[in-house]
Nanobody, 115 residues
Framework: VQLVESGGALVQPGGSLRLSCAAS????????MSWYRQAPGKERVRIATITNTGFSYNYEDSVTGRFTISRDNAKNTAYLQMNSLNPENTAVYYC?????????WGQGTRVTVSS
């Protein structure tokens, strides 16, 4: 099982990024996919989940309306579209795949929001 995140970058406040999580080694369409973030000195927290059937849930009120999770089962890839970024969104973002009892993590991609 392998998850590889990409798309992290330095971006100015108000900007947008799309993170990607490329999956391999398992049946991607059977797994729920989530994005987590870990800010410097903080614990890792879940941002959003999209189920294997395509239902999505946000877990952070601060990103509702700005961040959107999606998936493309044909490409074995999950995405996190992030708009109206602010410095509080600076973190390492991790992709997570779950189909109980199997859980996998990516290595993370760094997002820095700064002028």
């Amino acid at each position: 099982v392998q998850l590889v995140e990409s798309g992290g970058a330095l971006v100015q406040p108000g900007g947008s990024l799309r993170l990607s999580c490329a999956a391999s080694g398992f049946n991607f369409s059977n797994y729920d996919m989530s994005w987590y973030r870990q800010a410097p000195g903080k614990e890792r927290v879940r941002i959003a989940t999209i189920t294997n059937t395509g239902f999505s849930y946000n877990y952070e009120d601060s990103v509702t309306g700005r961040f959107t999770i999606s998936r493309d089962n044909a490409k074995n890839t999950a995405y996190l579209q992030m708009n109206s970024l602010n410095p509080e969104n600076t973190a390492v973002y991790y992709c997570h795949a779950r189909r109980a009892p199997s859980v996998s993590w990516g290595q993370g991609t760094r997002v820095t929001v700064s002028s």
